[in-house]
């Protein structure tokens, strides 16, 4: 006679115990999923940051070639043109050397650009921009729905590698409010405060009821941080009275 099945403890036990083995496997491979994951997008936005930043350098190479390689333009014309002007033996060889000079440094500045500038991360060329770009730049956020306003106060003499500065600051800052504000009031404001250009992009955070933000990456700010920190400046980005305010300050040689 044979007998289908099993009684006694271990058919109480057993199933039990299979269950819970599987639940425990199932809960160990879900963690171990979400803690793969998080180390994943850990390190893609640890890789797109440094991507952003390398990509912003070279931006500032090309910037500094464009700023440098003209300077050095204008002297290697002036010096070349006093050859047929009289002048002491000893003053001709002085601009000789520097005509010299001028034109190896040029053709230097050319050459590290070529080895910095790596296929695939060169990108379009564009105009250095200047104080005269703000207004545009403004009239760009006003269509993006942002209520924008400008304070320019007289700056002086600004050289050209802080104005493209100043212009990359309210255009991040503009960015930012549309993204994390939505239609809000801007204000961007650029003032001097002794030998430092001062740039601020503040707004008083969301105008309309519900809206959700659109969070960026946060690398357009890691470029930006590159950039002034190139030129021997400071930025900071921080919640100021229910909004955001990011500030540059950056020091300009021709301030008094």
């Keep these: 006679m044979c007998t289908v099945g099993a009684s006694g403890p ?20 879900v963690r171990r999923w979400r803690a793969d994951r998080a180390d994943y997008e850990r390190r893609l936005t640890e890789w797109a940051a440094t991507e952003a930043v390398l990509e ?6 090309r910037d500094m070639h464009d700023l440098v390689s003209h ?5 290697t014309v002036r010096a070349a043109s006093t050859r047929h002007l009289p002048k002491p033996p000893e003053v001709g060889a002085a601009l000789a050397d520097i005509e010299e000079a001028s034109r190896h440094a040029t053709a230097e500045l050319r050459r590290m650009l070529t080895v910095l500038r790596e296929p695939g991360t060169a990108g379009p060329r ?8 703000l207004p545009e730049i403004v009239r760009a956020a006003e269509a993006a729905g942002l ?3 400008l304070v320019c106060e007289p700056l002086g003499e600004v050289t050209q590698g ?3 500065a ?8 503009l960015s930012n409010a549309a993204r994390h504000a939505g239609p809000c009031d801007v204000l961007a404001r650029v003032h001097r405060d002794g030998r430092f250009v001062v740039v601020s992009v503040a707004d008083r955070g969301p105008a309309t009821p519900g809206w959700r933000a659109v969070p960026g990456a946060g690398h357009g700010l890691a470029g930006l941080r590159e950039r002034v920190a190139g030129l021997s400046g400071t930025l900071s980005a921080e919640p100021v009275e229910g ?14």
């Design 10 to 29: 271990a058919t109480r036990i057993i199933p039990p115990l299979i269950g819970g083995a599987a639940a425990a496997a199932v809960f160990w491979a």
């Design 243 to 256: 909004g955001f305010r990011l500030t540059a300050r950056i020091p300009d040689e021709t301030c008094p």
């Design 147 to 149: 209520r924008p306003r």
């Design 126 to 133: 564009t105009p250095l921009e200047s104080l005269d770009a």
């Design 71 to 75: 300077g050095l333009g204008l002297i």
């Design 56 to 61: 912003e350098r070279l931006r500032i190479a």
């Design 162 to 164: 802080v104005q493209v």
């Design 166 to 173: 100043i212009c990359k600051t309210v255009r991040e800052g």
